[in-house]
């Protein structure tokens, strides 16, 4: 049985759009996988056939992410990720909400021109939104 998951995913490698769309995933659960002082100062911005590209706050945190890159990976193996790249930079300031799993699952403005982006590529209007609602599903079901 052919699931949306793995259609969403051929789809996405037949449209040479996989790496960006594992990115936004991994966007999306970095936060619940590293929590805390981690997730604060990291963000994950880049993602190319199995290597990651983190930006960290500091020269400190850079040096300290070396030691736990291979628990980083582990951590994601889902991704299949092969290899970390850190590097320093600015990390703009996330706000949290108390218990942002009780808000209710909107797509932000970036989600949405993310699809109309990888969506304008698909001729046929109907498969078109049959895809860009399968993508749709999976952003809010990784939030």
């Known amino acids: 049985m052919i699931t949306s998951a793995s259609l969403l995913e051929s789809l996405c490698s037949d449209l040479g759009i996989q790496d960006g769309f594992t990115l936004e995933r991994i966007k999306n659960k970095w936060g619940v ?11 994950p911005v880049f993602f190319q056939s199995g290597r990651l590209t983190v930006d960290v706050s500091s020269e400190l945190w850079l ?4 030691f736990y890159r291979g ?3 582990s951590k994601l193996q889902e991704f299949k990720i092969s290899e970390i790249k ?3 930079r600015d990390i703009p300031e996330v706000i949290m ?3 942002p799993k009780s808000l209710p699952k909107v797509l932000k403005e970036s989600d949405k021109e993310y699809i109309e982006e990888i969506t304008a590529v698909i001729n046929d209007p109907e498969l078109r939104q049959r ?3 399968c993508i749709k599903k999976a ?3 990784d939030t």
């Open 33 to 43: 996988v590293f929590k805390g002082t981690v997730a604060d100062n990291t963000r």
């Open 63 to 66: 040096k300290e992410l070396h």
């Open 71 to 73: 628990m980083m990976i």
């Open 86 to 88: 850190f590097r320093v």
């Open 97 to 99: 909400e108390e218990n």
């Open 131 to 133: 895809f860009a609602d």
């Open 139 to 141: 952003i809010l079901s």
